[in-house]
C-alpha cells in the first residue's frame, strides 16, 4: 500500500516562510513527477509546481520567484519552501505523485491528506 504523508503547515504572518515535506512510502517501484497542489474551500483545486523525476519545475505565475519545489529521489521525498508568503496563499496545499506501485504495470496518481497554511495580514 502507498501512502503520501505531508508535513509543515501552520500559521505564519505574511512575508513569512514555511517548508512542506512530502515522503512517498510503501511498496513504490518508481515514482515520476511529484507536484503541490493548494485549494480554497469552495474552489477548484489548483496547481501550484511540480518537478519531473529529472529535475525539471514548473510554477504557477501566483509563486513564480517566491516558491521552490524540490524532490529528494533516495527518500522519495518532495519539498516545497515558501518565501514571502501572502494571505492569498492561504489554502490546504496537497501533494501529488505519479508512481508505479511494485507488481504493477501502469502508474497512476496518489494524493496526500492535505496539509493547511494559513497566512495572517
Known amino acids: 500500500q502507498v501512502q503520501l504523508v505531508e508535513s509543515g503547515g501552520g500559521l505564519v504572518q505574511a512575508g513569512g516562510s514555511l517548508r512542506l515535506s512530502c515522503a512517498a512510502s510503501?511498496?513504490?517501484?518508481?515514482?515520476?513527477?511529484m507536484a503541490w497542489y493548494r485549494q480554497v474551500s469552495g474552489k477548484q483545486r489548483e496547481l501550484v509546481a511540480h518537478i519531473t523525476s529529472s529535475g525539471l519545475t514548473k510554477y504557477a505565475d501566483s509563486v513564480k520567484g517566491r516558491f521552490t519545489i524540490s524532490r529528494d529521489n533516495a527518500e522519495n521525498t518532495v519539498y516545497l519552501q515558501m518565501i514571502s508568503l501572502k494571505p492569498e496563499d492561504t489554502a490546504v496545499y496537497y501533494c501529488?505523485?505519479?508512481?508505479?506501485?511494485?507488481?504493477?504495470?501502469?502508474?497512476?496518481?496518489?494524493w496526500g491528506q492535505g496539509t493547511q497554511v494559513t497566512v495572517s495580514s
Open positions: 501529488n505523485a505519479d508512481l508505479r506501485p511494485i507488481l504493477t504495470i501502469t502508474p497512476g496518481a496518489y
Open positions: 510503501g511498496s513504490i517501484f518508481s515514482i515520476y513527477r
